[in-house]
């Protein structure tokens, strides 16, 4: 059922690209993992996105596990509709997305399950028509919820970056390293940032062990890198509480200094000024990637 739904959205994505001459931005599209939940990723991808904004990129910030309580919470904004509801067309694109700086917008999403269950091929098309609203995205962040369902597993195959979030507990560092193991069978490049952490060299520290364990039964030519890493830091857990972000909240916090340099790292992968066509930028690009077109 789902196999066939995608095959007809495939087809209609191809068709309505190939009419397609606008020239949009190259959107790069990271997405935020981890095996374990409550690990940061809702902290870090929303504090990521703020960071990169500021520094005058064109920001998308997709959840893609808005049933639990995630980014409306970390933006302390509330959400009505989702990309459900436009799939559905009880909804236009622009009815759902919510601004949150002038050059941040929050897309609220759906399980990658759900958007196949219910799109419709008029509806699909009208999407991705609307969907080119967001064709001047620099970098869109997928905050992909825990674990390695099968739809997590398109989001992971479709994004440019794929970033495992770990923090430095047993269990944490198992169920890191069994995502990577999975991740592994999709792609062959992962990175990770290392959150709660005491400091750079325990940071390293479990990231080499988890490498080394990687490098020994994970049988490819995986490239695993450290993005970064952020500290333990009570004003993260303080801005979390008033429902802000601590990298607007708190700019000189050692956490803000650690989201600055994985912002950084992150930017310098983005390339500036390739123009394609907006069907393959911001959110129609992202549709695209997840019915299987790269
Ligand atoms: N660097 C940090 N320092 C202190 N506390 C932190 C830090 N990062 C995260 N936390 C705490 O961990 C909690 C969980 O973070 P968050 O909601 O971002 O995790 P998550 O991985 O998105 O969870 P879920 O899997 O449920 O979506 C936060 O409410 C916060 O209190
Ligand atoms: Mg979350």
């Known amino acids: 059922m789902i196999g066939n739904q995608a095959q007809k959205l495939e087809e209609l994505v191809a068709s309505s690209t190939s009419n397609e001459v606008k020239k949009s931005k190259k959107t790069r599209f990271v997405a935020i993992t981890s095996g374990k939940g409550g690990v940061g ?8 996105a703020y960071t990169l904004s500021q520094k005058g990129l064109n920001v998308g910030i997709f959840d893609a596990d808005i049933g639990l309580a995630n980014l409306d919470v970390m933006f302390n904004v509330k959400i009505k509709k989702n990309i459900l509801h436009v799939l559905k067309g009880e909804a236009s694109v ?10 941040l917008i929050l897309i609220p999403g759906e399980s990658g399950d759900e958007i196949l269950k219910y799109a419709d091929m008029a509806l699909f098309e009208r999407f991705m ?19 390695i369902g099968e739809h997590i597993q398109m989001f992971l195959n ?21 995502t990577i193991k999975t991740i592994a069978t999709l792609r062959d490049d992962v990175g990770m940032i290392m959150n709660q952490v005491k400091s750079e060299k325990e940071a390293v520290a ?7 364990v990687a490098d020994a039964n994970i049988n490819s030519n995986l ?5 970064g890493k952020i500290n333990e830091d009570s004003k993260v857990s303080t801005a979390i509480k008033q429902r802000a972000l601590f990298a607007k909240e708190f700019p000189s916090a050692q956490s803000s200094r ?17 123009l394609v066509t907006s069907n393959d930028s911001g959110l129609s690009g992202l549709f695209k990637r997840l019915m299987g077109h790269f």
């Open 223 to 227: 490239d695993l890198e450290l993005i």
């Open 41 to 48: 990723k809702s902290t870090i991808s929303s504090n990521l």
């Open 158 to 178: 479709a994004a440019d970056d794929v970033i495992v979030v770990t923090v430095p507990d047993p269990a944490a560092i198992t169920d890191a390293y069994a």
């Open 94 to 103: 622009s009815d759902i997305l919510i601004p949150i700086t002038r050059n």
């Open 258 to 274: 650690d989201i600055e340099a994985i912002a950084l790292k992150v930017a310098s992968k983005l390339e500036r000024n390739v």
């Open 129 to 147: 028509q609307e969907a080119q609203v967001l064709d001047k995205l620099d970098v869109m962040i997928i905050d992909t919820g825990a674990g």
């Open 206 to 212: 479990v990231f080499e062990k988890i490498k080394k």
